[in-house]
């Protein structure tokens, strides 16, 4: 009786070249793993086709193949990110059509990981020593949101891995690094470490719950790129009375954190978000480094009062000079372009001799013929026959406060044009 040495076996897809042709010695387009790790010039990819046993036609084909495809031949992109890649492709069916580009766009995504330890061993500094856990409740709002997204995208991952769905495992540790650690929670706490005595506390939280996530981050990837992490997480400081592992290897998967979710903080973090990104949409392009203030535009309280408790926040990520929350009562600043959030919240960025109103008159018809195409499309599956004695009462429900909202964002934009019409 034969014994299996292993007794789980996953079966991945062939690998292709970027056009899907598979690899093979006649055609002259099998890439070396090597190559990829280390890279090579145009020039020694060519010297190893003439030491093949192709023809001299074929030769010239490949030749040129190369050519095509490798101009400048193959950057390094070391073992980590040719590994992160290779899995990042497991769900494309039977095959994967390897595409260098990708594989090199990790590897520069890996010079974003060293630059997030950079930021923290300068933030943390030489005494920081981390604490055995984490006073969650009593942090500000921006490391609340931070853990939770962290611990779903750990909860994520590992069910990913369990049910050997590797690709979502790539895809939902990349999305927490790259878009909630790096490029909000890293640049919305920079203002806090700019020595100032009010933010001490809120430092001091953004420190902890810094070590926290690069800990846990690092641990959470290190299945995928082991060399990066292992390098990387032998910086990190170490716990308090704590006997950690010699090795990130050896060390304890992460599991989700249920005392770190928080789904109130992660939907005002949705709506800041939105906020930030329609503000930077309004940015001429000639001058988009240029600071200019801001007004955010609340139409209830509670809107306003999320907009206030994140206002340092969205000045920062939309990088505005000043940001001011108005009422409907307060007069619309002059000189502004404007964005519609939602039919709560709107947002101006001052121009003044930058605004281009023809620009900011074309912004606004197409958001209109966006709107008033979903307010038809729904209008008339409402009014569809036997919608009302088909659909359920809460889907109707549904429809009709969906419906109201379109109505209201319709004449929010209208309300903006006439605005605009007056400055002319």
Known sequence: MTILSVSQIYLHPIIRDAHGRKMSKSLGNVIDPIDVINGITLEGLQKKLEHGNLDQGELEKAKEGQKKD????????????????????TSQSDKINLDIKRVHGYRQWCNKLWNAIRFAMVKLGDQYTPPATLAVH???????????????????????LEAYKFSDATSSIYFWWQYQLCDVFIEAIKPYFNGSQEFESARCASRDTLWACLDTGLRLLHPLMPYITEE???????????????SIMISEYPSAVQEWANDEVENEMEIVLDAVSKLRSLLPPTDIHLRRPCFVLCRNL??????????????????????????EDDPTPPDCATNIVNKDLAVYLQLRRALNTEAEHEKLRKKREEVQKQYDTLSQKMSASGYREKAPQSKQDDDMKKLATLLEELEIISEAESKLDAKN
């Open 70 to 89: 490798f101009p400048d031949g193959i950057p390094e992109c070391g073992t980590d990110a040719l590994r992160f890649a290779l899995i990042s492709y």
């Open 138 to 160: 009593s942090m500000p709002p921006i490391c609340k949101w931070i853990l939770s997204v962290l611990s779903k995208a750990v909860g994520k991952t590992v069910s990913s």
């Open 232 to 246: 990387l997480w032998q910086r990190l400081p170490q716990p308090k009375e704590a006997c950690r592992k010699d």
């Open 302 to 327: 509670e809107v306003a009062a999320t907009v206030g408790c994140y206002q340092a926040q969205i000045a920062t990520l939309a990088s505005v000079s000043s940001l001011e929350i108005l009422t």
